[in-house]
């Protein structure tokens, strides 16, 4: 079941954008660096997709966590997304979701 839900994940991500608002304001024109890390399991190191992105105008620097049911921690997974929304313990089949977006500073998604 686990397999299914990773394969998943782009839809999961589809849907933030569609429920997102959009960093496309002056304000927020500034290039940011993002950490990126596609697949991090608790208490492990970065095993998939590690390295730096860059968030373009539209674009925020994200982390999201993917918990079980019981609230312990899954999934994590950063990098950067257009239209980011941050949304707390959304339900995803029999997982909870909390996805955090930053355009503060450089790898501002390290501490979210």
């Given at each position: 079941?686990?397999?299914?839900?990773?394969?998943?994940?782009?839809?999961?991500?589809?849907?933030?954008?569609a429920?997102?608002?959009s960093?496309?304001?002056?304000?927020?024109?500034?290039?940011?660096?993002?950490?990126?890390?596609?697949?991090?399991f608790?208490g492990e190191?970065?095993?998939?997709?590690?390295?730096?992105?860059?968030a373009a105008k539209?674009?925020?620097?994200?982390?999201?966590?993917?918990?079980?049911?019981?609230?312990?921690?899954?999934?994590?997974?950063?990098?950067?997304?257009?239209?980011?929304a941050?949304?707390?313990?959304?339900?995803?089949?029999?997982?909870?979701?909390?996805?955090?977006?930053?355009?503060?500073?450089?790898?501002c998604?390290?501490?979210?």
């Amino acid at each position: 079941m686990g397999k299914c839900l990773l394969l998943g994940l782009p839809i999961l991500l589809h849907c933030f954008r569609a429920l997102s608002g959009s960093f496309a304001d002056k304000e927020h024109a500034k290039i940011v660096q993002c950490r990126m890390c596609h697949l991090q399991f608790p208490g492990e190191e970065c095993s998939r997709g590690r390295g730096i992105c860059a968030a373009a105008k539209e674009e925020a620097c994200t982390t999201g966590r993917i918990f079980k049911n019981d609230g312990t921690p899954w999934l994590t997974f950063m990098g950067c997304l257009k239209n980011c929304a941050n949304v707390n313990r959304i339900k995803w089949s029999a997982y909870l979701v909390d996805f955090r977006c930053c355009r503060g500073s450089d790898l501002c998604n390290e501490d979210l």
